[in-house]
């Protein structure tokens, strides 16, 4: 039996109920609703972004410069922080809730008489191109829910495809060898389509490079045939130049960590690929659309005083990454770092990068059934410290909840320390809610 939805909160435990249905890799329940929708994502041009990490920031910096240009921009992305409505947006501007409310019912009505069962993710991926169609978007800029070849995702025809870096993620679903996982994740490029990837290992570039030679696709490789170069970085800002089809100097970006010099350029590259194919984009449109960007969850410095750190880095490759920032950016800083993650995920390899420049770790666990248990974290922990010689973490404690973990980091707080967050979208999203004294923490992110 169908709920018939009254109100926003209805609508959300709905669509969170429906991850009951698991994660069902395959295109053909998405192509029936599209079919039954009227095929929306064939009603605005887009771009397709697929990759393990940076997939957010580079979809963002692209939407943000196709929006500068003058154009109405959808932008599809997942998981979110606080609401569900983060991850649809045009314009910058998030879905209504009476909106999610609205095209919710129509999805239910319109399957009600068919045998089709949507997952949470075909669901959502319905709402968005629904919406973005019938809002009239001139594009969509689309980011994967996970892999590429069989994600929900991947019914439109892009004018560009992006893969971001890749890495060890989602292992149960997409393979257990960078190998397998470029290969979902190729799975988006499409005939004769530009595709735009970042510097790879090797046996990943040989899967899009393959691919793409398959599908007589042109394929764009950061430090090839783009790259940029660092000028500058704070804890809030990075600043570069760029060398593509032509040379930019000194872009800004309001992102931190030097992992985001990739993507910015890959999101210039992208635009660029546009530029060549006729689409209107000024160098002006493009420095701004940079500048303009806003993200939550990557290095975000919510608090002053203690400082405080989100980042929802989740796997070994996004832990690296943000090891490497922490490290460069807050150098004589002592860190307190507030650790939950998903039991699904790769636990050691993510919290050993973040254990060499953490001194004080406080595992917990956010709301969901998919958290790892504290104990578990903390056996972990243990292993690491015990053997790896280049463990800082001298003080390893374990709590029961994401605001006890808070309280416990705040008591630890001198002046020359530092509290980051991470390991988890839920986390860093729970904290947020806790931090900002907003409203009721969703069930599901991911």
Not at 55 to 75: D, H, N, P, Q
Not at 83 to 103: A, C, G, M, P, W
Not at 215 to 243: P, Q, V
């Amino acid at each position: 039996m169908i709920p018939n939805l009254r109100d926003y909160n209805e609508t959300v435990n709905y669509l969170y109920n429906l991850r009951s249905l698991g994660i069902k890799l395959g295109l053909s329940n998405t192509k029936k609703v599209m079919g039954l929708l009227g095929e929306p994502q064939n009603l605005f041009r887009s771009v397709h972004i697929a990759g393990t990490n940076g997939k957010g920031s580079t979809a963002s910096a692209i939407a943000s410069i196709l929006t500068e240009s003058g154009f109405r921009v959808g932008l599809y992305t997942s998981p979110h922080l606080l609401s569900f409505t983060e991850r649809i947006k045009i314009n910058n501007h998030q879905i209504t809730e009476d909106k999610v409310l609205s095209l919710t019912s129509h999805i239910q009505d319109i399957t009600a008489s068919t045998d089709l069962q949507l997952t949470f993710f075909e669901f959502a991926t319905a709402i968005a191109f629904h919406y973005f169609a019938s809002e009239k978007v001139d594009w969509a800029v689309v980011e994967t829910g996970m892999g590429g070849r069989f994600d929900a995702t991947n019914v439109i025809l892009p004018d560009v495809s992006v893969i971001t870096s890749i890495s060890l993620d989602h292992s149960e679903f997409l393979g257990s060898s960078i190998s397998d996982i470029a290969f979902e994740k190729a799975g988006i490029i499409k005939l004769a389509t530009p595709v735009v990837t970042s510097a790879q290992t090797p046996e990943g570039m040989k899967q899009i490079s393959d691919i793409a030679e398959i599908r007589n696709s042109e394929l764009h490789i950061y430090d090839r045939d783009f790259k940029g170069t660092l000028l500058s970085m704070d804890d809030k800002h990075i600043a570069f130049d760029y060398i593509g089809d032509k040379e930019f100097r000194n872009l800004s970006l309001p992102l931190s960590g030097r992992h985001q010099l990739c993507n910015a350029s890959m999101a210039v590259r992208t635009c660029e690929v546009l530029r060549r194919e006729g689409v209107p984009i000024s160098d002006t449109s493009l420095r701004n659309g940079l500048l303009n960007i806003a993200l939550e969850g990557r290095l975000e410095r919510v608090s002053e005083n203690p400082v405080i750190i989100l980042d929802g880095a989740h796997n070994p490759g996004a832990a690296v990454s943000l090891a490497g920032s922490i490290k460069e950016l807050f150098t004589n800083k002592r860190v307190i770092m507030v650790i939950g993650v998903m039991s699904d995920k790769d636990i050691e390899g993510t919290l050993k990068p973040l254990m060499q420049i953490a001194e004080t770790v406080v595992l917990t666990k956010p709301k969901g059934e998919r958290a790892a248990s504290p104990q578990k974290l903390y056996d972990t922990a243990l292993k690491i410290q015990k053997r790896n010689e280049d463990c800082r973490a001298s003080s390893i404690v374990k709590t029961d909840s994401v605001a006890d973990a808070l309280t416990h980091a705040k008591k630890e707080w001198r002046e020359e320390n530092i509290i980051l967050v991470t390991g988890s979208f839920y986390t860093t999203g729970e904290a947020k809610e806790i931090l900002s004294h907003t409203g009721v923490l969703s069930d599901l992110r991911e």
